[in-house]
């Protein structure tokens, strides 16, 4: 390489720093996730400045990105609400989850390797330590890191790309179904099934671990969103 490629080589920003309005949106996304701005409330625009210490224009753009995610909604002459939790939005989600990942962990089945292997060992001993400490945003980091490297293995990078356009509604519903009896249990223990799926390099196993992991959720997101 020549000096000059040295020197242009320099120029890469190899981290980009993080902006105001990310720091911002990153905050508000978990307020809300977690539920400490519960469905229906009202985003007002001077409240939202002071709690965060941004300005207005900040704050617009980053109500405009959770509208774009579904966070939130704008309600004619009321301005932007935390959007409601509804079932007819949560089943379809619970759909396109149960076929996309499914599949993916089936073909991360047939391909993973004890590195990969290593990798969802990792996510897993972080899901069950959140899990022991009752940690729900710590359990939705871990199980993102999870799926993420599912995904990225078997191959299914574009599908990877609409499950992280979704992972905000997601995200709600892995926190309101984790506030059910035992589910920071029984759901770490159902993705531990299909990491063993997995480790044995068996797609079926892993694939129907996979879809009883979904409908298990499926069933208490709608004995809580239906009848509401």
């Not at 609400?81 to 619970?94: K, N």
Request: negative net charge.
């Amino acid at each position: 390489m020549s000096t000059n490629d040295d020197t242009l080589a320099a120029l890469r920003i190899e981290t980009p720093p993080i902006t105001l309005r990310e720091i911002a949106l990153q905050r508000m996304r978990r307020a809300i996730i977690s539920g400490l701005f519960e469905p229906g409330t009202r985003l007002v625009e001077r409240t939202l400045c002071d709690h965060l210490g941004v300005s207005r224009s900040v704050i617009r753009e980053v109500i405009r990105h959770m509208e774009a995610e579904g966070l939130v909604e704008m309600l004619p002459k009321h301005g932007p609400i935390v959007a409601p939790l509804e079932w007819d939005v949560a089943r379809q989600i619970y759909d396109i989850r149960a076929a996309l990942e499914a599949t993916a962990v089936a073909d991360c089945a047939r391909v993973a390797n004890d590195e990969v292997k290593a990798e969802l060992r990792k996510a897993l001993d972080e899901l069950d330590q959140t899990s022991r400490q009752n940690s729900p945003l710590g359990i939705l980091d871990a199980t993102t890191d999870f799926y993420r490297v599912i995904f990225h293995t078997g191959g299914h990078t574009i599908a990877w790309e609409i499950v992280e356009r979704l992972n905000s509604r997601i995200s709600r519903l892995r926190v309101m179904t984790l506030s059910t009896a035992n589910r920071t249990v029984s759901g770490p223990a159902q993705i531990r099934e299909i990491f063993t799926g997995i480790e044995n390099n068996n797609p079926e196993a892993a694939a129907a671990a996979c879809r009883a992991h979904i409908a298990a959720a499926t069933t208490i997101a709608e004995g809580i969103l239906a009848n509401k």
